[in-house]
């Protein structure tokens, strides 16, 4: 720690800084383009020159790069230097000279670090009357447009492509003045954080084609301080909305989450709002009606049920509307729960309730310093941002090691990578946990990965165990917090939980609830369902008991902002604010309430679930308190989060493992059995499928086997299998693939749903020739 | 000294008040510069600030390529626009509406737009009996000729690649290079 002279001004160091980041972190603003805080220091663009006033005063001064310089106690700069001035005016008129004219028609306009950067350095004026070097365009998907011309070759793209994202598909060609960043070939970009390259490049070449087709200036656009609605990451975010719709939304640093960057599942799933067929008016049996008709006819439908009503929150929604409907149903005596699936239930509140005894899970930032990690199920369809995380651990060296049963983007960083079978997944955690017990790593060879696996998570300082919920069940949450206890207290544990509050909404509900309500409605003891921002029609494994179940309800009323196939089946249909159009609270993977605020408003009147819920309860003569009293009695001394700030870890009361037993029983598996996995991508989330910009990138929908269990079964690459499971049957191209389990068919969550089957269920296998 | 001082001035004072007389005399004899208007209309200068229109390029395309130059600069905030890209690369709005109510006719806008789409014309005669009808839309404000600055086509200029004039073809530029060839 030391101190310079910037200009007259003292400015205080930490070792190892450069100049650049030393002003920057005073806020004294050196025009700088190829330094980027996450990528650091490249010297490419020329820009940051200052000048150096050397010791010796019988020396004349120099012109240095601020962002390769490092830094001595007691160095004299000046920026404001007339040397230093000329060198940067130069720099950007030389950068300029190839630079089309095409501001106007240009999205980067009004935030384009180029343009601030000619403004501020550069000459008024273009003197260059040669002609114009240009480059053509690549085609890069549905998600970023490609505008070559534009490029100030900063390295900036490829720096963040392939060092930070750790993506292949990007890079420099050419040379000299004519290199260009681009695909070997035209076609969507690949990896799941390319999105980003919006934000990074300080020009226009690569610009957000969502936002394009339906493009505003910056300075049009209503922002507010916002959190990411499509996994339990919890990000922070910028939305921005004009004339009543959502245009973009782009990342907000958070300094222990997100600092730079978002997943493209959340700058790009926000167009689910914008859906077509999003419903905007309340119906009821069938027509559009008015909210006061709708609130009237549902009010009624209670009233007559007598105190068999259930209510079915989501994960997805935030703690204030899970919050109410809790009350709602508290005040009406009836269940509550979150979640549709009771397996998922069971295995969210066995995994929050495992958090709150080993300590609360790292952040990202905190993620990035690990050494080892046991990573279970595939993170990036669930939690993109911490597998961002988890690759700039593996860039500092930290051993990842992997058990999954169907393909994932994280194996090709796994020091070790290990298919194992969803229904082996329980016994292979077991076995694990015995040989860390053990402490000697046996020297057994039939048993390679597994002790390879041990050698590394025994031999990390810093470890971390994640698993992804929606692939682990209730008997494997517990093992591997068992796991974590084991191999001591430097050991962090985190799960990605499906849905951007599960966390809260674990909180909320009662363990075996959603089973207790699924039996009743069955039963016939409850006979109205409200459900508020959840699928349970839609689920893959209990959707068809639902479906079933549901024909005996005499009203579902639904309240969501997405046309699922609960919504359609509705026979009250309150549509509700999508989350940039009201204000809440989510709780992230790590416990920590962050709050949003409402962006903007639509011409239609679209209140939030807490406020539909209130209205209801008003209609039935019961005044509920309002939604920061109802969390202040649930969570002593709670304190909605203000939205804008880093948010607080909640204090709620410590939840009981849940003991229930398996939810699914055990199927007799025979030969001719297959497991089925659920495999996701980043772009499968029940918010996010509904934004058309990301749904053109789909995967192809195959069924993935691993080649040698299809060998073993006679099963070629490319041809047809017929798959039967317990509600339908589907006929599938087969896709032989190296991440899938042995004997597991490795397939999307709509044929799941079609099939009628979830996680590790069985399948049956047909081919059709 | 003082004196005379006070008869000089007197005698200027005297002599202005003759020419003064004199001129609007003689002024009652000569030709009007006014007019009857509106039985007689002067024809206004080109630079007039009237009313304000959305001129086309000379090959008949929409000049204006909904930037929000005008509608930033705009002091009473008259203008709004929302663009809309077409599949061909070109850029226009989709709606243009111009509040004429509150429009200050400074011509800001006219001065901030890069590709001489918006131009202010010298007709004034605005009036209507609604204040909404004074707000034009793009199918009122859209002329179909080139206004007061002939030739100017901004895509010719432009790095963007539209029909019939691809990467490269524009005014100054160079043919695009090769990423796939090392080759200088």
């Known amino acids: 720690m030391g101190t310079i002279l910037i200009d007259g001004h003292i400015i205080p160091f930490k070792p190892g800084d450069n100049i650049l980041q030393a002003a920057l972190e005073a806020n004294l603003e050196i025009p700088h383009f190829c330094y980027h805080a996450a990528l650091g220091s490249l010297g490419a663009c020329r820009l940051c020159a200052v000048e150096i006033t050397p010791k010796d005063s019988s020396k004349a001064p120099r012109i240095a790069m601020a962002c390769l310089e490092p830094l001595e106690d007691g160095l004299e700069v000046s920026i404001s230097a007339i040397a230093a001035q000329q060198v940067r005016q130069h720099v950007i008129e030389f950068l300029m000279i190839n630079h089309p004219h095409d501001c106007p028609i240009c999205d980067e306009g009004g935030e384009c670090h180029l343009q601030d950067m000619t403004v501020a350095c550069g000459p008024p004026y273009r003197r260059y009357r040669g002609r114009k070097r240009t480059f053509s365009n690549q085609n890069l998907g549905p998600l970023i447009h490609h505008e070559m011309n534009r490029c100030i070759t900063c390295y900036r793209c490829t720096r963040f492509y392939q060092d930070y ?7 420099a060609m050419r040379l000299r003045n004519e290199v260009y960043f681009g695909r070997f070939q035209d076609g969507p970009l690949e990896n799941p954080f390319a999105g980003n390259l919006v934000e990074i490049c300080p020009t226009g070449v690569f610009t957000d084609a969502i936002f394009r087709q339906h493009f505003a200036r910056v300075w049009d656009l209503k922002t507010a301080p916002s959190i990411c609605p499509h996994c339990s990451v919890g990000c922070n975010t910028l939305p921005g909305a004009r004339d009543g719709t959502l245009r973009r939304v782009r990342n907000r640093a958070h300094p222990e989450l997100n600092r730079w960057f978002i997943c493209d599942r959340g700058r790009y799933g926000h167009q689910y709002s914008e859906h077509s067929a999003r419903p905007l008016a309340p119906r009821a049996s069938g027509a559009d009606t008015s909210y006061h008709d709708a609130l009237t006819a549902a009010a009624s439908q209670i009233k007559s049920a007598q105190d068999c009503i259930g209510g079915l929150g989501s994960a997805r929604e935030d703690l204030e509307g899970n919050a109410m409907l809790q009350a709602l149903l508290n005040t009406l005596g009836g269940i509550y729960t979150a979640f549709s699936d009771p397996e998922l239930e069971t295995a969210t509140i066995a995994a929050v309730s495992s958090l709150q005894n080993t300590g609360n899970a790292p952040s ?3 993620i990035e310093l690990i050494d080892a990690a046991l990573i279970i199920g595939d993170l990036t369809a669930y939690a993109p941002m911490i597998d961002l995380a988890l690759r700039q651990a593996y860039r500092k060296g930290a051993k990842l090691a992997l058990l999954h049963s169907s393909p994932t983007p994280l194996a090709q960083f796994a020091t070790t990578a290990m298919t194992v079978s969803p229904q082996e997944m329980r016994t292979t955690l077991s076995r694990l946990y015995q040989l860390i017990n053990a402490q000697s790593a046996t020297e057994d060879m039939t048993e390679t990965p597994m002790t390879d696996i041990v050698a590394s998570l025994m031999g990390a300082r810093k470890l971390l165990l994640i698993g992804a919920i929606e692939t682990l069940t209730a008997q494997e949450v517990p093992i591997l917090a068992k796991l974590a206890t084991a191999l001591g207290s430097d050991t962090r544990l985190a799960y990605a939980f499906s849905g951007a509050n599960a966390y809260g909404a674990a909180l909320l509900s009662p363990a075996g609830s959603a089973m207790v309500m699924l039996e009743a409605v069955e039963a016939g003891q409850i ?18 008991r639902w479906r079933a179940a549901c024909r005996n309800l005499s009203a579902l009323i639904v309240l969501d902002c997405i046309l699922t ?32 605020a409402p962006v903007f408003h639509r011409p239609e009147y679209l209140p939030s679930v807490a406020e539909v819920i209130t209205d209801l309860g008003q209609y039935l003569g019961h005044s509920l308190q309002a939604a920061p009293s109802v969390l202040g009695d649930i969570f002593s001394d709670f304190e909605i989060p203000k939205p804008g700030t880093t948010g607080s870890l909640i204090i709620a009361p410590s939840l009981p493992m849940p003991t229930t037993p398996p939810v699914h029983s055990a199927q007799e598996s025979c030969s001719s059995m297959w497991q089925a996995a659920l495999t996701s991508w980043y772009g499968d989330e029940a918010l996010a499928s509904f934004a058309p910009g990301l749904m053109v990138l789909i995967p192809e929908t195959v069924a993935m086997i691993e080649p040698t269990s299809a060998i073993d079964a006679g099963i070629k690459n490319g041809s047809q299998i017929k798959l039967r499971g317990s509600s339908g049957s589907m006929v599938l191209p087969v896709q032989l693939n190296q991440g899938v389990a042995t004997g597991t068919i490795a397939i999307a969550r709509n044929v799941l749903a079609q099939l009628g089957v979830g996680h590790g269920d069985l399948l049956e296998l047909e081919q059709v020739l | 000294m003082n004196k005379k001082q006070t008869n000089d001035y007197t005698l200027a004072l005297i002599k202005g008040l003759g020419h003064s007389l004199w001129a609007v005399l003689r002024h009652a004899f000569v030709k009007r510069e006014t007019v009857s208007y509106p039985d007689i209309k002067r024809s206004l200068p080109l630079r007039w600030r009237g009313r304000i229109v959305l001129t086309r390029d000379p090959d008949g395309e929409e000049r204006c390529v909904a930037c929000y130059l005008c509608s930033a600069v705009c002091p009473v905030d008259c203008i709004h626009l929302q663009a809309h890209q077409n599949n061909d690369g070109r850029r226009y709005p989709e709606t243009f509406s111009i509040d004429f109510s509150r429009c200050i006719f400074c011509g800001f806008c006219e001065e901030a737009c890069p590709t001489l789409a918006i131009q202010l014309t010298p007709d004034f005669e605005m009036c209507e009996r609604h204040h909404e009808s004074l707000v034009y839309e793009k199918n009122q404000l859209l002329i179909d000729g080139q206004g007061k600055h002939p030739d100017y086509n901004f895509y010719r200029h432009a790095g963007v690649a539209i029909p019939g004039k691809a990467i490269g073809e524009a005014k100054g530029d160079t043919s695009p290079v090769d990423r796939d060839n090392n080759l200088p």
Not at chain 1, 527 to 544: K, Q
Not at chain 1, 566 to 579: Q, R
């Open chain 1, 165 to 171: 994202a750790l993506g292949n598909d990007l890079g």
């Open chain 1, 364 to 366: 990202l930032a905190e």
């Open chain 1, 527 to 544: 006979r109205i369902l409200i459900v508020a921002g959840n699928d349970p029609l839609g689920d893959s494994r209990f959707g068809p």
């Open chain 1, 565 to 596: 196939a609960t919504a359609k089946a509705a026979d009250i249909l309150f549509p509700v604010a999508a989350w940039t159009e009201r204000g809440g609270t989510f709780i992230n993977y790590e416990g920590r309430a962050q709050g949003f």
